[in-house]
């Protein structure tokens, strides 16, 4: 059944919202305040979708919603979707909304079939991501979580729960893929993992975060006997279904070794956890394997007096990071091509983000080439000054430069480039003329979404919307393909199957239902989204177009940050889809 949450200080809105819901058979918990609803979500099931009224008093909608996205962080959840509710139908109002990150907007005083069509589209598309996200978080081979969703969601457990966090390496595994193939080691993983997640307590959660090497929140742990018999349990087990698998004279010393930590004893931040973990792993695995160790201070004390006799670390030191200037990293084409692979999989495994950007120069007029060369020059000198040590250039060209700006928000860029040629100005170099391009390229939950990948359709018989629209998408990145027609697109439908269709509404024969209606019966085109474009604010519009199976109805005349924000959280789907099943 649907649960949702309806957050407003209104009761009548509580009580219709409420009665059409549950008059449907969706489980409602009406609350009166923004406070309210975070302190349920601390202590209770979580929704499937949270109704919030934007005008309350003491902490709004807006407010209640940035609250919401830090707490469900600290928790390690999936942010749950959110519709505003709200009698204010200014585009103002609503760019901010989608700017905070709101799913949509419902508005007052409720359409009984409109409300429904809204709230039962946003769940079916978040159970379809849901599935979807399941699926990018899970290690295909043991059902795990995979090592980005085993990070992001521990570390959830480490700040809100308490229990020990635990790293498992196996020992001698190399020696099963390398005496008996790579097939038997894939079964005794397997195995592995059969037994361990029926070994650790109920609400534990279980990540690979490696060949060979697991992580363990173990819920409620808190005792080192517990330890100490879990790790019993799962030597006996894993030797007893080895020898199952290989034979009782495999001649393989496998086991496993348990590196702990208590939480919150120990903390509550998980990198730091973490690597207190792995070093109570380091001193099993010096001290005999098999076995487990939990972390305590004597460990780091032997740490020390072993660092201070190994030359490995003084080594370490002269290259480290004391080394480095305050200054961006440039590298030749060469190298750069090695780093600039190396970052896209880090970026894309780690749920990260960065900037793609090239500066190209120009002779301003009467500068000569000598010149205009030694201008590059000190521009270059001035570019790796200028940005952080974490970003990193490539000379292209002597008049071009590329630069990979990692984890940037898609919001700095232009702060980031006016900075630029404010140092630029500062220098009282001149001669050139600055000219930047940018991409962002963003990774959500392993998810890449550079907007260049998806192919859009707009249909409009109406020129200068076609053009507007057009200018819009191209600007923010996507592909456009633009139409007059209802019966262009569906004839462009037989041999093409876009990732998005924006459909007028009001169009000579066939119009923008019928349209739609016909799309539906060609192969391969069942599943595009459909957004309808329309000038007409009345419900039963809205309501024959939802009907239909319409994702969400865009208003004329366009609001391009409105258009923008829409596109993006629909094409979030379609990027989830491309990234499990490729483009087909």
């Not at 901010?96 to 409720?110: H, L, M, N, T, W």
């Not at 060949?211 to 005792?223: I, M, N, P, T, W």
């Not at 034979?247 to 956890?273: H, K, N």
């Not at 007029?365 to 000054?385: P, Q, S």
């Amino acid at each position: 059944m649907i649960h949702i949450f309806v957050v407003d200080d209104d009761n009548t809105n509580l009580n219709v919202a409420g009665h059409i819901l549950r008059t449907n058979n969706m489980q409602v918990t009406a609350l009166h305040s923004g406070q309210a609803l975070l302190d349920t979500i601390r202590t209770e099931n979580r929704p499937d979708l949270i109704l919030l009224d934007i005008k309350m008093p003491e902490m709004d909608g807006f407010e209640t919603l940035e609250k919401l996205r830090v707490l469900e962080q600290k928790l390690g959840i999936h942010e749950i979707p959110v519709i505003f509710l709200t009698a204010d139908e200014t585009a103002d109002t609503e760019k901010q909304g989608f700017e905070a990150g709101v799913s949509d907007y419902i508005r007052k005083p409720f359409d009984p079939d409109i409300l429904l069509r809204r709230v039962n589209n946003i769940v079916a598309k978040e159970k379809r991501l849901s599935s979807l996200r399941a699926e990018a978080d899970t290690d295909k081979l043991t059902g795990f979580l995979n090592k980005a969703a085993s990070h992001r969601i521990i570390s959830g457990l480490c700040s809100s729960d308490l229990g020990c966090l635990m790293i498992i390496d196996l020992d001698s595994f190399k020696l099963v893929n390398d005496l008996f193939g790579h097939k038997m080691g894939d079964n005794v993983l397997i195995c592995f993992a059969a037994l361990l997640r029926g070994i650790v307590p109920e609400g534990s959660r279980i990540g690979r975060i490696g060949g060979d090497e697991f992580l363990v929140f173990a819920s409620g742990v808190q005792k080192e006997e517990t330890i100490a018999a879990l790790t019993k349990q799962i030597n006996s087990e894993l030797l007893c279904k080895a020898k199952e698998l290989m034979g009782a004279d495999m001649g393989i010393p496998l086991g496993a070794s348990v590196g702990c930590v208590f939480v919150p004893m120990a903390g509550e931040d998980f990198d730091s956890l973490f690597r207190l973990a792995d070093k109570a792993l380091y001193s099993v695995k010096k001290n005999g394997k098999h076995g487990y160790s939990l972390y305590h201070t004597d460990i780091d004390r032997e740490e020390a007096l072993l660092a201070s006799e190994n030359d490995i670390d003084n080594l370490s030191e002269i290259l480290g990071e004391r080394t480095i200037p305050n200054v961006a990293l440039q590298l030749e084409k060469e190298a750069f091509s090695y780093v600039y692979r190396y970052i896209m999989r880090y970026t894309l495994r780690n749920n990260r983000s960065f900037y793609k950007l090239l500066i190209t120069l120009h002779a301003k007029e009467g500068i000569n080439e000598r010149d205009f060369k030694d201008y590059c020059d000190e521009f270059g000198n001035m570019v790796r000054e200028g940005l952080r040590k974490t970003d990193i250039l490539m000379r292209n060209r002597f008049n071009q430069y590329f630069v990979l700006l990692t984890d940037t928000k898609e919001s700095d860029i232009s702060v980031i480039t006016e900075n630029l040629l404010h140092r630029w100005e500062l220098n009282g170099s001149g001669g050139v003329n600055v000219s930047f391009m940018s991409r962002f390229v963003r990774i959500d939950a392993g998810i890449k979404t550079d907007t260049g990948e998806f192919n859009i359709v707009i249909v409009d018989d109406d020129e200068i919307n076609l053009k507007l629209a057009g200018h819009v998408l191209s600007k923010a990145g996507y592909h456009v393909s633009a139409m007059k027609s209802g019966r262009t697109l569906l004839k462009y439908l037989t041999d093409h199957s876009p990732d998005l269709i924006l459909l007028d509404v009001k169009m000579p024969d066939p119009d923008g239902f019928e349209t739609m209606r016909q799309l539906r019966q060609i192969r391969g085109a069942e599943q595009i989204p459909v957004v309808f474009l329309t000038a007409d604010s009345d419900e039963e519009t809205e309501r024959t177009g939802l009907k239909l199976g319409a994702e969400d109805f865009l208003r004329k005349p366009f609001i391009p940050e409105t258009m923008i924000k829409r596109i993006r959280r629909i094409t979030e789907l379609s990027a989830l889809r491309k990234k499990l099943y490729g483009a087909g």
